[in-house]
């Protein structure tokens, strides 16, 4: 059966170009031109996957997100932005989106985003943990690792229920914010460099010039920081980033 693709995008040419190549790589797509279409098409015809551009007449990509999260709808989101500044993509994510690709883009990347997606999907389905070990390397010491859980620098996540504590705080993350911990935390104290990550979250390393990772950083960063409490992630110029407890 294949992969079914809600597409959202009120620009009439880039609809049709995004609908035929999503259905020429196998897709099958349903495509409308705002927010109040694709969420009764969401409701009465659940897909696989949703892409949605933000800014719509109407109820926008955005409003649609934080509509379907609020009932408990949780199939991967993928939001096409022309917004470029952070804190847009940040609304983005903060609304419920798993990941976003900026306008104009290369349909490629909309693919690879799409696959990453629906692979973490089907693998969390599966029974299985989402999550990479970082290349190979082996967890240090403090980490620990179980068929459901793992632990590091006070943080604790539950894989199979896809809840995360730092503490006795539960953290609200979204599907990608969630790999991305588990990366770290089963990787505490090996310094990750963009290529592994990209690899191991995306499926695909989206270059150099790519602020993807750090937008997402910077989120879970957000969202783990206490005051008084030491930062967790940190960066290491040039190569990637560690999870430790300074």
């Not at 109040?36 to 109407?58: C, F, I, K, N, Q």
Request: aromatic letters at 6%; hydrophobic letters at 40%.
């Amino acid at each position: 059966m294949p992969q079914t693709v809600l597409l959202a995008e009120d620009d009439r040419a880039i609809r049709h170009a995004l609908e035929r190549a999503l259905t020429l790589e196998g897709y099958e797509v349903t495509a409308v031109a705002d927010g109040v279409e694709a969420l009764a098409h969401a409701h009465r015809t659940p897909p696989d996957v949703l892409l949605l551009d933000v800014m719509m007449p109407g109820i926008d990509g955005l409003q649609v997100c934080r509509v379907l999260r609020a009932e408990g709808d949780r199939t991967p989101i993928l939001m096409l932005t022309a917004l470029v500044e952070t804190a847009d993509r940040i609304a983005g994510l903060d609304a419920g989106a798993d990941d976003y690709v900026v306008k104009p883009f290369d349909v490629e990347e909309v693919f690879a985003r799409l696959r990453a997606l629906l692979r973490r999907t089907t693998s969390v389905t599966a029974g299985g943990n989402g999550g990479g070990n970082g290349g190979g390397t082996e967890p240090v010491r403090d980490t620990q690792v179980n068929d459901r859980q793992v632990e590091a620098a006070g943080l604790r996540m539950d894989l199979q229920a896809r809840r995360a504590w730092r503490g006795k705080r539960e953290l609200e993350l979204t599907r990608t914010e969630f790999e991305l911990l588990e990366l770290l935390v089963r990787n505490a104290g090996i310094v990750l460099d963009h290529s592994t990550i990209y690899d191991r979250i995306w499926g695909y390393d989206f270059g150099p010039g790519s602020k993807n990772l750090a937008v997402y950083v910077g989120y879970l960063r957000r969202k783990l920081d206490e005051p008084g409490a030491p930062q967790l992630i940190h960066t290491v110029r040039g190569v990637g980033y560690v999870l430790r407890e300074d």
